[in-house]
C-alpha cells in the first residue's frame, strides 16, 4: 500500500483547508486510517483516526475544528480542518493499516508528508 498526501498549504489563523489522501496498492487489505502531524521541533502527534467503518477519533487539540473522513471506494482520506490556528502549523502525513486493534503509532502503512502553515 502506498499513501501520497496533499492539499497543504498557508493560510491565515481562522481559515480552511482540505487535505487528501490517495491511497494504492493492495487498497482492499486497509483498515483503519489516521493522520498525524509533525511541528518542528515537537514529537508526531496523532490528529485523528478513523476505522473501515467510519468510527473516528480526535486528538483533544482539533476536536471540534477538524473533521477525517474517508472514500473507500475512492481509495481516499480526507482531513478537513477549519478554525486553524497558528499551532496548527506542522507537516501532515497520512498513516494506515491493514490490522485490526492496533495502536495508531503502530501502523504498518505511512505517507510522505504534506506542509500546512497557519499565519498569525
Known amino acids: 500500500v502506498q499513501l501520497q498526501a496533499c492539499g497543504g498549504g498557508l493560510v491565515q489563523a481562522g481559515g480552511s483547508l482540505r487535505l487528501s489522501c490517495a491511497a494504492s496498492?493492495?487498497?482492499?487489505?486497509?483498515?483503519?486510517m489516521a493522520w498525524y502531524r509533525q511541528a518542528p521541533g515537537k514529537e508526531r502527534e496523532l490528529v485523528a483516526t478513523?476505522?473501515?467503518?467510519?468510527?473516528?477519533n480526535y486528538a483533544d487539540s482539533v476536536k471540534g475544528r477538524f473533521t477525517i473522513s474517508r472514500d473507500s471506494a475512492k481509495s481516499l482520506l480526507y482531513l478537513q480542518m477549519n478554525s486553524l490556528k497558528p499551532e496548527d502549523t506542522a507537516v501532515y502525513c497520512c498513516?494506515?493499516?491493514?490490522?485490526?486493534?492496533?495502536?495508531?503509532?503502530?501502523?504498518?502503512?505511512w505517507g510522505q508528508g504534506t506542509q500546512v502553515t497557519v499565519s498569525s
Open positions: 498513516a494506515a493499516t491493514s490490522r485490526i486493534g492496533v495502536r495508531a503509532d503502530l501502523y504498518e502503512y
Open positions: 478513523i476505522t473501515s467503518g467510519g468510527s473516528a
Open positions: 496498492g493492495s487498497i482492499f487489505s486497509i483498515n483503519s
